[in-house]
C-alpha cells in the first residue's frame, strides 16, 4: 500500500472507494474508486449520461445510469461543473474507445460545483469564431480546451526535459533578479519603472548576472522572465517571455555552436521519447520532423547575399546590403525556403550589444550566433562575449552607455577574466516551433504583448 501511495495512486481510503486521480485508473480495472473533477464533455441519454471528467491529471469516460440519473443534480449537470464520482473501474467494451482504454461505472455521485446553463453556459462562451480580443480576454476559460492544455503540459516537460540536459552537463541552475538597473539588450525596449524613487527596469536578459557566477559556480543556466516593451504586434513577440539563457565558460565559439546544437536536438529526442509529450507532437504537429545534425551554419555575410539572389528584399523594396539587419520576415522567408534550423553567424559589430566579442580575422563582425527554425524565425541569440577590460570599456562609450552601474559587470574582466560565451533560447518560440502554434502567444500561459497584461 505504500509503495502505491508513494505513486500518488491511493492517496485515502474512504469505505472501499480508493480516492485517486484519473491518471492512475487504467491501473485499477476491477477496483472501487473515488475520483473529482470537471466535466469535460456530456452526452445525455435516455438511459445512460456519457461523461468525459478531467482532473488535470487525465480524462475518463464515466458511465452513470438507473438511479444515478434519476436525481435533481442530473437534470442540472452542466459542461464545467465539478463532480465527485464513485464507482467501479472497467475495460472499455470491444470496438469502443476512451481516454486511457477505461470507463468508470458510477454508483454514486454528486456536484461540487455548478456551471451555469442557459446564456452563460461554458460551451457558449468561447466558440471557434470568438473574435480575437474576446478570446484573449477569456484565455483563463481557453486555459481549460484540450489544444491548450496539451500545449501547456508539454511545455512543462520540455522545460524539465531542458533542466535534465542541463544537469547532465553540470550546468548549475541560479535564479537572477527580475528587477534592475542595467540594460543588455539597448534602452529602446526597457520597461522602466520607479524604485523607491530610483529608476529601475524590468529585466531584458539575465545573461551579465549570469557572466558574474561563472568564477563562482562555472557554467550556469536559468529560466527566467524577460521584459521587452516591444511596439509592434508580431505573432512572435511577447512583452513578457520565458528567457532561458546559459552561460559557458573556458571555451570557443565553436564549442557555443556545438553545444547549442546538441542540447536542442536532446531535447527533442527526449521529448519524442515521452510518452505524453510525444503524443502531443503527434496531435499537434503530425509532421514534425527532429532536426538533423549538424544545423547549416550560415554566416551573415552569405545571408546577405542569399537575401538577393532569391529576390527577398527589404521592407522598402530594395535589395539587402551588409550592415543591414534582417527583418522578421525576410528572415522567416529565408528560413522556410531552407526549411530547416539554420546558425545565422557572425554579425555585423554595429547591430549588436556591447559586450560581442569581435572576429579576429574581421573585427566589423562579432562571434554571435542566431539560431533559425523554419516557420517561426529566431529562436536562439547567442555569443561569445569580450574578455579584455579596454575592449569592453570601448564597448560602453560606442554605444553611449554609461560605465558606472555597471561596476560589477565590469569586475568580471578585472578579478581573473576568460574567454566565455553563451545564449538565450526564447521558450515561446521554441515551443511555437516543436508544436506549430502560429504565434507564441499560444505558447504562454497568461501572453503580455502591447496593449494586454489582462487577465
Ligand atoms: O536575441 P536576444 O535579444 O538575446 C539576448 O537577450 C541575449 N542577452 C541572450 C544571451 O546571450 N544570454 O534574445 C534571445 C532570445 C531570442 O532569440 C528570442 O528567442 C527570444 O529571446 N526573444 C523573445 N521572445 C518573445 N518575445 C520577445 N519580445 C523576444 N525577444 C527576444
Redesign the pocket.
Known sequence: KRREEAKGVVLIDKGDAKKTKIYALPELVGSKVRIQGWVHRLRAQKTNYFLIVRDGTAMVQVVLSGDCIRTLDALDLTVESTVEITGTVDKVKEGQTAPGGVEVIVDWWKIIGRAPGGDEAFEGRLRPDTEASIRADLRHLELRGETATAVMRFRAIMLRAFRDRFHARRVTEVTPPCMVQTS??GGSTLFEFDYYGAKAYLT????LY?ETVLPSLGDVYCIQE?F?A?KSLTR????E?T?L?A?LVFITFQDLLDHIEGLICEVVDVLLADPIASIIIKTLNPDFVPPSRPFMRLDYRDAIKYLNEHGITKEDGTDHVIGDDIAEAAERKMTDQINRPIMLMHFPKILK?FYMKSLDEAPDFTESV?VLVPGVG??????MRISDLQELMAGYKRDGIPPEPYYWFTDQRKYGTTEHG?????V??FLAWFLKRYT?RECSLYPRWMGRATP
Open positions: 543588455v539588450e531584458q536578459s539575465s545573461q549570469l524577460s521587452r516591444e512572435r513577440h511577447l512583452s517571455y528567457h539563457e552561460e550589444s542566431d529566431e529562436v536562439v541569440g547567442g555569443s553563451g545564449y538565450g533560447l526564447g515561446e518560440r507564441v
